[in-house]
């Protein structure tokens, strides 16, 4: 097969290495070292290779002793450091989780013979090539590259697949990888260590160089193994054992070759090459030896020696050995370094594996989302759901659309899908003492079928979630959490159940999909939703924050009057399979307008009623945001409680949440815009708060902004300056209800 | 080659508190319909609210998950892309029942047959994990 390297064309043989086809040819060199830019050559036949790097295709910095030759490979060769470029072409990463009995690491005839030994699911994973072993899963190509607490080892399967692999017992027969010696210029091309010589065929005009064999330990240390100093061997061999990891084979030292003697050789030292990936020489680790560095992890830290690509594999036990000379002290004394994870590069494409594009994360849609979509909507990310954000008509910008839908609800009726809202079944005889001890305000008193507004605070005392509880049944509640803390509400409550009162008799359950919502919201919400239900939804029948059971447009339903609007609104609940049909029929009895995140986050706004996360970040209290009433005076203990007499909760300049009001009512405030009470006051000007929320609204015809403002409510009439980068805008604080203040509009259109 | 599809399941109801008869009491473990998923805790694929009234508790949740169902001799290999738990046929075969991640997602996995495992999936989440297994089915085809 043809093959081309650095521009040239060569024949190749089916199954041979990049290297072993290029020493072959006869190109000993072709290669340049990183810093020096000296001449280099393949030096090895291994994983260690620190010379022969080359770009293939879309790998930047691979090693050609470990490239296999395929028709019309391209290779460069790369001088040290690749450069990740964008993909030619889609590849397919993936990973795969696996379980056995035994792992062996290494097929040589130590793999193999532990392999063969059995013990039940045995996989055998090979660096290279490997023949079948019987009753033995073989993954060759495969690089164990990390081993984690558990007997979890991590490994590479032909640079495409990332293996985790949990075995209960791991046997490493790693081997041995031969060390360079030390002469003036071992760096030219040609210098090759003896082993390689020989299986590439004794090369004419190759040097063979062997200092002896230093056993591959870095996964035996990665597993928590300790090492000792060989002298025999001339490096460290594993030490003590292990639960679960053994060392088989030469790893171990047994049956390695006399390491020859050692000793520093004449000539330029800066000649006399440690470190081929780095260019580091005898020199360098004098000079860290003269600066005082006695410790082989300082000397690699001074001298860059086996930080490479390699770390260190056929640098390392030189570095320690000349050292070890030079100090004039037993290279057992120096120590090792520290081996990590991972013994090979991973290429972080690697790692994505399928998690991107498409599969990146969950994206999480309701069982509306198919008639969303054929509506137009734009949808925003709350946490993985989609939600629609608005629904434009046909040449309707954002603004105009959310004026639109705004006005609808406030004017009119509008529709929201709000199946997205956490909602977590509470039951059990202990269950309104649960809820009294986690939400800030009584839940107890309330009545069978009814709801109530509450709010959850950490023991910080800082608002966590808030929602809507009701009450279904004596010992049967269901609470509803925001969006995007769904599951962090039921863990925090499962937590204190579990771990702080497990004496309660609660079950917790989540129930947030097995519900289809939609709000209908309003002035003329009772005339739309009335012809579709037998439910009796006259004021007096149906009172604020009342639930009912009943049917709507047919489907078993309950019905909620809660209202996130401030106008007279109704959620309409049914089983999430019923959901479509549920909006279906709503839309087609007509008069109704869809209306989106944004327009109900500028209605909520209006009545200044927060949006947990976004106008609070868990430094904001109940009563900063002007809730002391959902704080109960009466319950003898909540979560919370006590921060909040806490001198500084008290505090009465603390952030406060207040309406802002533009000078310019054409002027829209940048969310998470500072304000000033001076902006001409050299800096660093005293910032007063910033603002949380801001939007335009319909309904007063104007901008308006919430922001929590240091002694916010003893400043209502002050001016403040919000700073943008280009101007300064003056805006005038003001009560946070902006919106019909006495809420006259709860229970429909004012007379 | 494994095959994915949808199975229908009616009704689903999660109910909490004492074992009842015929419920299994090993750890994930399944009795027929009845799925073990905590001490106090089981799954009854098929059962309704109203015929648990005098359970600690119990609680409809037959819209709350989606069961999907990978037949075929390549499907615990499928799934082993994106599971960590032990899914060869030893540890994890009919019968058994686990809840767990597959990919980015909870899932609760059901071994109903030799060669075919149930997940069920909160539906908002199902078609990530269709799209996921459809993925990986294809990877493993390979």
């Known amino acids: 097969m043809r093959f081309s390297f650095a521009g040239v064309e060569y024949e190749g043989r089916e199954g041979e290495t990049l290297a072993a086809a290029l020493v072959r040819n006869g190109v000993l060199g072709g290669f340049r070292s990183p810093y020096r830019d000296r001449p280099r050559g393949v030096f090895s036949d291994g994983e260690e290779e620190p010379n022969a790097l080359v770009r293939v295709g879309d790998e930047p910095l691979a090693r050609a002793t470990l490239v296999e030759l395929e028709e019309g490979l391209v290779a460069e060769p790369v001088a040290g450091k690749g450069r990740l470029e964008p993909p030619r072409r889609e590849r397919r990463y993936d990973s795969m989780h696996a379980h056995c009995d035994v792992l062996v690491v290494g097929a040589g005839p130590a793999g193999r013979a532990a392999a063969a030994a059995g013990g039940g699911d045995v996989i055998l994973a090979e660096l290279g090539r490997c023949a079948p072993l019987d009753g033995v899963r073989v993954l060759e190509r495969t690089a164990v590259v990390g081993l984690y607490d558990g007997n979890l080892a991590v490994a590479v399967e032909r640079g495409r697949r990332l293996w985790r692999i949990r075995a209960r017992r791991i046997v490493l027969a790693t081997g041995a990888v031969e060390r360079p010696t030390l002469f003036e210029d071992n760096d030219r091309p040609g210098v090759m260590l003896a082993g390689a010589f020989k299986r590439y065929g004794r090369p004419a005009g190759a040097t063979p160089v062997s200092g002896g064999f230093t056993p591959r330990v870095q996964l035996w240390r990665q597993a928590g193994g300790r090492l000792r100093w060989d002298d025999r061997v001339g490096a460290p061999v594993p030490d003590g054992e292990l639960r679960a990891v053994a060392c088989a084979g030469s790893v171990t030292g047994e049956g390695l070759p006399d390491a020859p003697p050692f000793a520093l050789p004449d000539g330029e030292e800066g000649r006399i090459f440690v470190d081929l990936e780095r260019d580091a020489t005898v020199a360098d680790v004098r000079r860290a030896v003269a600066a005082g560095l ?181 010992g049967r509640f269901l609470c509803t959490t925001t969006t995007g803390n769904a599951a962090a509400v039921l863990a925090w409550m499962e937590e204190w159940l579990q771990t702080e009162w497990p004496e309660l008799r609660v079950w917790l359950a989540s129930v947030t999909e097995q519900w289809a919502a939609v709000a209908v919201a309003g002035p003329d919400a009772r005339e739309f939703l009335q012809p579709l239900t037998g439910v009796a939804l006259d004021a007096a029948s149906f009172p604020f924050m009342a639930i009912r059971e009943g049917e709507v447009v047919g489907i078993p339903a309950r019905v909620c009057r809660v209202s996130f609007s401030g106008e007279l609104a109704f959620e309409v609940w049914v089983d999430g399979r019923r959901g479509h049909e549920l909006w279906r029929a709503l839309e087609g009895a007509g008069g109704a307008t869809p209306y989106g995140t944004e327009a109900m986050h500028v209605l909520r706004a209006e009545k200044a009623y927060p949006i947990v996360g976004q106008d609070t970040d868990g430094t904001v209290t109940p009563q900063d945001l002007g809730m002391d009433w959902v704080v109960s005076k009466k319950k003898g203990h909540f979560v919370g409680k006590r921060s909040f007499d806490r001198p500084d909760t008290s505090r009465a300049d603390r952030k406060q949440l207040v309406a802002v009001l533009p000078a310019d009512p054409d002027e829209l405030l940048p969310e998470g815009a500072q304000l000033v009470a001076d902006p001409d006051v050299p800096p660093p000007v005293p910032m007063l708060g910033h603002v949380t929320s801001s939007y335009r609204s319909a309904a007063l015809g104007r901008t308006f902004a919430l922001a929590l403002v240091r002694g916010g409510r003893g400043r209502v009439g002050e001016t403040v300056h919000a700073p943008l980068e280009d101007r300064v805008v003056p805006a005038v604080l003001a009560e946070p209800v902006l919106y019909d203040p006495e809420g006259r509009r709860r229970d429909g259109r004012p007379a | 080659m494994a095959v994915l599809r949808e199975v229908p399941v009616e009704a689903q109801v999660l109910v909490r508190g004492e074992p009842r008869p015929r419920f299994p009491l090993e750890p994930n473990t399944s009795a027929g319909d009845v799925l073990w998923l905590g001490p106090d805790e089981w799954l009854v694929l098929g059962g309704r609210e109203a015929e648990y009234a005098d359970a600690a508790v119990a609680v409809d949740v037959s819209a709350a998950r989606v069961v999907l169902e990978l037949a075929g001799d390549d499907a615990r290999e499928v799934l082993a892309q994106g599971c960590s738990l032990d899914l060869r046929s030893g540890s994890f075969g009919p019968g058994r029942c686990a809840q767990t991640l597959v990919a980015r997602t909870e899932a609760i996995l059901h071994c109903a047959g030799d060669d075919a495992i149930r997940l069920l999936v909160r539906p908002s989440f199902a078609p990530y994990l269709r799209a996921w297994l459809e993925d990986a089915i294809d990877g493993v085809r390979r």
């Open chain 1, 294 to 474: 006695r410790s082989v992890e300082h000397v690699k830290r001074y001298t860059t020696i086996g930080t490479g690509p390699g770390q260190g594999r056929t640098s390392g036990v030189l570095a320690t050995r000349v050292a070890a000379e030079l100090l004039g002290v037993h290279p057992g004394e120096l120590g090792t370094t520290t081996a990590r994870p991972p013994y090979l590069p991973v290429p972080f494409a690697l790692l994505a594996g399928r998690n991107r594009g498409p599969l990146f994360d969950p994206v999480r849609v309701t069982p509306l989302h198919e008639r969303h979509v054929e509506l137009g909507a734009v949808f925003e990310d709350v946490g993985q759901w989609k939600r629609p954000r608005y629904y434009p008509r046909s040449g309707e910008e954002m603004d105009a659309a959310v004026l639109r839908e705004c006005a609808a609800v406030r004017e009119r009726v509008g529709m929201q899908d709000v199946s997205t809202l956490g909602k977590i079944d509470v039951q059990g005889p202990d269950a309104a003492e649960l809820l009294d001890r986690l939400y800030t305000n009584l839940i107890s008193t309330l009545p069978v079928g009814m709801c109530r507004y509450g709010v959850m605070c950490r023991a910080d005392g800082m608002v966590f979630d808030d929602g809507v509880v009701m009450r279904l049944g004596e």
